[in-house]
């Protein structure tokens, strides 16, 4: 009987999602890598194999998780050509995403409290980046794809890196303001208020769509 191929890729995203739901509960510094690996059903011995530490597999678990999400964000877009739309659509499934999945926001409190403080946060600068990466391109290339059809401002070309920080500082903010005033705010309506005055700061105003395209009057 032939031996059982293994993909070490596959397997070592597997265990990087298994080690993130470890960490999510027990937070970075309080997940133990013997838990991961039971959890995984695996020895420990194993989790080195596909990783060279702890802070290895926390880079990798962030990496993997950024990369699904993108990957989500992406098939919800998917056939929309309209970057207003995209942009709208884009701003409520992430928020909504973000508040369905309490683990989501458990990762994003454990990371805030690491990068409080500055001799915890060095080594870790980079994994918070990865956790962002991949939404940053995506809204960044809404942005200059609706200034390259003349749907917003040329200026936006340009600005689109700073707006697309704006945004997802708002968005990360909102979740969170949600979950300690769930009960006196809307939040697809707070959301599609504030994506509303944006749009209106950053759109031209002669831009009008004919036939599925924006041309300027």
């Known amino acids: 009987m032939s031996p059982k191929i293994v993909d070490k890729e596959k397997r070592r995203k597997e265990i990087a999602l298994i080690a993130l739901t470890v960490f999510a509960e027990k937070g970075f510094e309080g997940a133990a890598i013997n838990g ?7 020895g420990k011995g194993t989790i080195y194999e596909y990783f060279k530490s702890k802070d290895d597999l926390i880079l990798s678990s962030i990496r993997v998780w950024a990369e699904l999400m993108s990957q989500e964000a992406e098939k919800r877009l998917k ?5 207003v ?3 709208r659509i884009f701003a409520q499934s992430s928020v909504t995403g973000f508040i369905r999945d309490k683990n989501m ?3 994003l409190f454990a990371i805030s409290e690491i990068m409080l403080d500055e001799e915890k946060a060095y080594p870790h600068r980079e994994m918070f980046q990865a956790m962002f990466e991949g939404t940053y391109k995506i809204i960044a290339a809404v942005l200059k794809d ?7 401002k040329p200026e936006v070309l340009e600005d689109a890196e700073k ?8 968005l990360d903010g909102i979740g969170v303001h949600y979950y300690m005033n769930k009960h006196y705010m809307d939040l697809k309506e707070q959301i599609e208020f504030f994506i509303e005055r944006l749009l209106e700061s950053i759109m ?5 769509k004919k036939g599925g395209e924006y041309d300027s009057e």
């Open 36 to 42: 991961i690996a039971k959890r995984a059903g695996v």
């Open 79 to 83: 056939g929309i050509e309209d970057p």
């Open 85 to 87: 739309e995209r942009l």
């Open 105 to 107: 926001a458990k990762l």
């Open 146 to 152: 609706g200034a390259i059809k003349g749907v917003f």
């Open 163 to 170: 707006i697309t920080v704006n945004l997802v500082a708002y």
């Open 204 to 208: 031209l105003p002669q831009s009008t």
